[in-house]
């Protein structure tokens, strides 16, 4: 991995206007630059490698993998798994799916995306030893097409990133945010980057860029900016959005492209979940509730939408409600379908603890007119809508949204009736999750200009591209993670033939690296550090040691013993060596 050699790029400088032109060799860091190690960054890391460039990856956190690490499936078509379950799936049926559930979605890339959604993405994973096993039936989809690789995405990424680790002329960079993208008259891009720990900037070159820095749905100033117009009542978003993306997608990918003159589309096309509750432990931060149990009622007390309708048509209501927000109200029964994720220290004991038993985020009473009066709901408005509800479910009707019962046009059973004791209501706020669009690129990656032209050596994939506008106004099952992958695979081919067009591209690349993350220098052995030490380091916030600081907190609240991770063959330092690498990978999926 860590192969030193030099990348001759063949620079021709000029001193004068038209003649004096002079051509030398300048090594540069790498053929490709890829910023960004999400899966859209990994895929173009990995391709273009295998296409025989150098690949440096720069990224801003401690650890690889972005948002995939908590994401969950992929939207595949014709798969194995499909043909064992006897089902038939085609290119033509998921375009279909896919143009009606986006309503406008660029035709193009569904269609490239459906037609090597086998090839390119489930084959190409295969390769590294993924399976896909669950496949999930979800409304938008005509054939079930949501597939999981036993659970999680991360079960994709820890083989990806094993792959990488293991890859000569691939390199990372961590803990180094990317913060400016600068073109020489050579034709080769800086990219400046900012150690997050010591501050330090450095610069890297390479003739080719991937811009896969994810979307932007961390940053509320720019999600409000281009909220949707169907979304913002009044011109405005809602008052309160909690923020239901990770930490690093503050869409600063979009900064370094516009400053290379990039076009942006599709910006105010945000995927924004209506069920967030305000995580205690980071409260701008939103957790992902379900409860198919409950009745949703607006500010007034009343119902106002089928609960068991499809995410889109229950999207819809809820942002035409003032402020956006509403409330899940269900009893002692409901409680045992009461669903909630969206961060690590969730578990079966915290969710009773902090959650359903914690006053400040769920109200809990033994009557309904207490509940009301708890929740800030008025008590008459709420009693008459739970006992109109109840008097449905005991009829077997749902007289006013159809959500069982002859018009609901299904055989579902009315599900029970909300009068056990005691009983909650939770107020929930919309989240912002996903951007369908960012950075404009054509059908080869390639960002588009304010001129229309693409730009040379410039090239975007992933979220950071809100994922080439697949999704349309809607978002789909699957139909970022996979996008994703193919996006980065295109990505990384072309910027390596870009590279190879400039007449860089060698199969080693002149790495400069102040602190390799893959050396094949030993460790010297170091002393495990002690739990109090951790928990003593973990009192004040330190810049850079973000998901060090998260993951250890766990690690204490757990009491796991430093041993369970650590041990002399990688002590209680930074993953430095190929072999401290892949101990470091054995253990995320003991919190991911
Ligand atoms: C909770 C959750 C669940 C999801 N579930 C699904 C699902 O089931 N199916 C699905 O298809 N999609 C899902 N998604 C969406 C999907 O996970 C993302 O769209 C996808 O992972 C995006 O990948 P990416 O590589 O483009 O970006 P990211 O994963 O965001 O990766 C970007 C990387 O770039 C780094 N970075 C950012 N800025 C800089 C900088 N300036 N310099 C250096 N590095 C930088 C980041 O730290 C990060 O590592 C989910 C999203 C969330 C939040």
């Not at 950075?439 to 693409?454: C, Y």
């Not at 650590?566 to 101990?583: G, M, V």
Request: aromatic residues 6%; charged residues 20%.
């Amino acid at each position: 991995m860590s192969h030193r050699g030099h990348a001759a790029v063949l620079i021709v400088a000029c001193t004068g206007l038209l003649n004096a032109c002079t051509s030398s060799p300048t090594p540069t860091d790498a053929d490709v630059i890829v910023i960004g190690s999400g899966i859209a960054g990994l895929s173009a890391a990995l391709e273009a490698n295998s296409q025989g460039a150098g690949v440096l990856i720069i990224e801003t956190s401690s650890v690889a993998g972005g948002h995939a690490v908590k994401a969950g499936g992929f939207a595949l078509v014709g798969t194995p798994l499909q043909e064992r379950k006897g089902l038939k799936d085609t290119p033509n049926i998921a375009y279909d799916d896919m143009m009606a559930w986006g309503e406008d979605p660029d035709p193009d890339w569904v269609r490239l995306f459906v037609d090597n959604s086998r090839s390119e993405i489930h084959d190409w994973l295969a390769g590294f030893g993924i399976q896909f096993t669950i496949l999930l039936d979800t409304p938008e989809d005509t054939v079930p097409r949501f597939h999981f690789a036993g659970g999680a995405a991360v079960n994709v990424i820890i083989p990806m990133l094993r792959e990488a680790a293991h890859r000569d002329n691939l390199d990372f960079v961590m803990n180094a945010e990317a913060v400016n993208l600068a073109l020489n008259k050579a034709g080769i891009y800086n990219v400046q980057s900012r150690n997050t720990r010591t501050g330090a900037l450095r610069s890297y070159t390479a003739p080719a860029i991937v811009i896969a820095t994810g979307g932007f749905q961390s940053n509320l100033e720019l999600v409000r900016q281009n909220f949707h117009p169907r979304n913002s009542r009044h011109g405005t978003a809602p008052e309160h959005l909690l923020i239901g993306s990770g930490k690093y997608a503050a869409g600063t990918g979009i900064r370094l492209g516009q400053a290379s003159g990039a076009q942006l589309m599709r910006m105010d096309r945000q995927v924004t979940f209506i069920n967030g509750l305000p995580d205690p432990q980071d409260p701008e931060h939103g957790l992902h509730v379900e409860n198919p149990a409950a009745i949703r009622i607006n500010a007034k007390g009343k119902r106002f939408v089928n609960e068991s309708a499809h995410s889109k048509a229950i999207e819809s209501a809820v942002m035409s409600l003032d402020q956006r927000m509403h409330w899940l109200v269900f009893d002692d029964r409901g409680r045992k379908k009461f669903r909630i994720r969206g961060a690590v220290w969730l578990n079966r004991n915290t969710i009773a603890s902090e959650i359903l038993n914690n006053p400040d985020i769920v109200h809990k009473a033994d009557t309904i007119a207490a509940l009301a009066t708890a929740a800030g709901l008025n008590a008459d408005s709420l009693q008459a809508t739970l006992d109109r509800y109840n008097r449905f479910v005991a009829n077997g009707e749902d007289e006013d949204f159809a959500r069982f019962g002859p018009l609901s046009g299904q055989s579902q059973p009315a599900g029970k009736s909300v009068t056990s004791p005691p009983f909650y209501a939770v107020r929930l706020l919309p989240m912002t999750r996903k951007s369908m669009g960012g950075l404009a690129i054509d059908i080869n990656t390639q960002v588009i200009g304010q001129n229309n032209q693409p730009i040379d050596g410039l090239f975007a994939a992933g979220e950071a591209t809100g994922v080439a506008g697949i999704n349309g106004s809607h978002g789909g099952s699957g139909t970022f993670l996979a996008p994703s992958v193919l996006t980065g695979r295109i990505a990384g081919r072309n910027s390596a033939a870009s590279a190879r067009h400039a007449g860089t591209i060698t199969p080693a690349f002149n790495h400069t690296n102040e602190q390799p993350l893959i050396t094949t220098a030993a460790n010297p052995e170091v002393p495990l550090m002690t739990s109090a030490e951790v928990s003593g380091l973990l009192k004040h916030e330190r810049a850079g040691y973000w998901h060090w600081e998260r993951s250890h907190t766990i690690v204490i609240e757990r009491a796991l013993a430093c041993t369970d991770c650590h041990s002399p063959d990688w002590p209680t330092k930074p993953a430095t060596t190929l072999h401290q690498q892949l101990l470091k990978l054995e253990t995320c999926r003991q919190c991911h």
